[in-house]
C-alpha cells in the first residue's frame, strides 16, 4: 500500500497551465503504476493519463492527448501531470492513483491506492 498526496491544483484562465504533483510515501514507488483522474460535479470519475512503472509508457484519454503529459521521477517518489491549453470542461477535482502492477491501467476499479483530489478550475 502507498500513500498518495497530489498538489498544485488551483483557479486558471482557458488557455493556461498548471503542474500538478503526486507525491507517494509509505511503499517502493518505482514498483507502482500511476494513473490520473478527474471528477467534476455531477459526473462519473474519468481516465485523464496513466504510466508505467518505469515511465516508459504512457496512455491518455483523448480529451487530453495532445494538451497534458504524465511523467514521473522514481528518485522523488512523485508523479506529475503537465496541463497546457486548459478548457473550461477540464474544470474538476483531479486524483493520482497507483497500483502495484506493470502494466498502464486506465479503469478507477483497477486502482487500489488513491490520493484525495486537488481543485482544478478553468475559467472561461
Known amino acids: 500500500q502507498v500513500q498518495l498526496v497530489e498538489s498544485g491544483g488551483g483557479t486558471v484562465q482557458a488557455g493556461g497551465s498548471l503542474r500538478l504533483s503526486c507525491a507517494a510515501s509509505?511503499?517502493?514507488?518505482?514498483?507502482?503504476?500511476i494513473g490520473w483522474f478527474r471528477q467534476a460535479p455531477g459526473k462519473e470519475r474519468e481516465f485523464v493519463a496513466a504510466i508505467s512503472r518505469s515511465g516508459g509508457l504512457t496512455s491518455y484519454a483523448g480529451s487530453v492527448k495532445g494538451r497534458f503529459t504524465i511523467s514521473r521521477d522514481n528518485a522523488k517518489n512523485t508523479a506529475y501531470l503537465q496541463m497546457n491549453s486548459l478548457k473550461p470542461e477540464d474544470t474538476a477535482v483531479y486524483y493520482c492513483?497507483?497500483?502495484?502492477?506493470?502494466?498502464?491501467?486506465?479503469?478507477?476499479?483497477?486502482?487500489?491506492?488513491w490520493g484525495q483530489g486537488t481543485q482544478v478550475t478553468v475559467s472561461s
Open positions: 492513483a497507483a497500483d502495484y502492477t506493470l502494466a498502464v491501467l486506465t479503469a478507477p476499479s483497477d486502482y487500489d491506492d
Open positions: 509509505g511503499g517502493t514507488f518505482s514498483r507502482y503504476a
